[in-house]
């Protein structure tokens, strides 16, 4: 029998106003910075990355950090030294005026985003800024490149694969998921889905105990899918949410 990956049968909608229902199930625990830095040589070795971490303490090392960056994008870790807690993100462009890393050294910007004037630094992590200071955590960049090799796509894909790592001090573990800004009644039930999905045979017929309950596009295509012969398929967001918008599933 050859068993097809995925079907989804109904949809439920939840009132976001009456439901408190978060983006992530996961526990978030601290972590040791030599467990943090262990898990990320295992993702390497799992997908056959260059296994180089470069690891900055920023309270020592953001000279350097500038100038070895100097040019470069990439995936970045920030590991808080007073929480263990850490944050993923990705960037064109490491440290320049418009560069990410830049914004968290800006007093201003992290404040304008810990109060919702900006998205510039992610809520929880301006938080943690705001609150130990940005000389408290370590900077590691496990995947970079020069930037003129680089694009807003190829930079994502990157930081949705690093997500894997599970990282405490972001709100959503969907990359670009707006899950920081104000979100209109409408976007708040789309992230409330919940969805029922079923693993079906090769007559369309649903395979019994198959059922599998998702809570909404973001964590369908965060964790994929999983055939009946245990292969893992990756799902590109954008392409799920446009068959939700367009009423295929």
């Not at 526990?27 to 898990?39: G, M």
């Not at 079906?200 to 596009?217: Q, Y």
Request: proline share 2%.
């Amino acid at each position: 029998m050859t068993t097809a990956l995925i079907k989804i049968m109904k949809r439920i909608h939840f009132n976001s106003s009456n439901f408190f229902i978060p983006i992530t199930n996961i526990t978030k625990y601290p972590i040791f910075l030599k467990s943090l830095i262990q898990r990320i040589k295992d993702t390497q070795e799992r997908y056959s990355l260059s296994k180089n971490i470069l690891i900055y303490d920023l309270n020592t090392d953001k000279a350097k950090a500038q100038f070895e960056l100097s040019n470069k994008g990439g995936v970045y870790v920030l590991w808080c030294k007073s929480t263990g807690m850490f944050y993923v993100g990705s960037a064109l462009r490491f440290f320049t005026n418009k560069g990410r890393l830049t914004d968290y050294f800006m007093p201003g910007r992290v404040k304008a985003s810990l109060e919702g004037n900006s998205t510039k630094v992610s809520k929880d992590l301006a938080f943690a800024i705001s609150t130990y200071g940005i000389e408290n955590f370590t900077l590691l960049v496990p995947q970079l490149e020069v930037s003129n090799k680089l694009d807003k796509s190829i930079i994502q894909n990157w930081e949705q694969l690093w997500m894997m790592l599970n990282p405490t001090l972001n709100r959503s573990l969907m990359v670009s998921s707006n899950s920081g800004s104000m979100m209109s009644e409408e976007d708040r039930m789309k992230i409330s889905t919940m969805f029922y999905q079923y693993e079906i045979d090769s007559d369309n017929a649903i395979i019994p105990n198959t059922e599998k309950i998702l809570f909404g596009l973001k964590e369908t295509s965060r964790i994929g899918i999983t055939s009946a012969n245990n292969k893992h398929y990756s799902i590109q967001y954008d392409t799920l949410k446009g068959h939700y918008e367009n009423k295929m599933i």
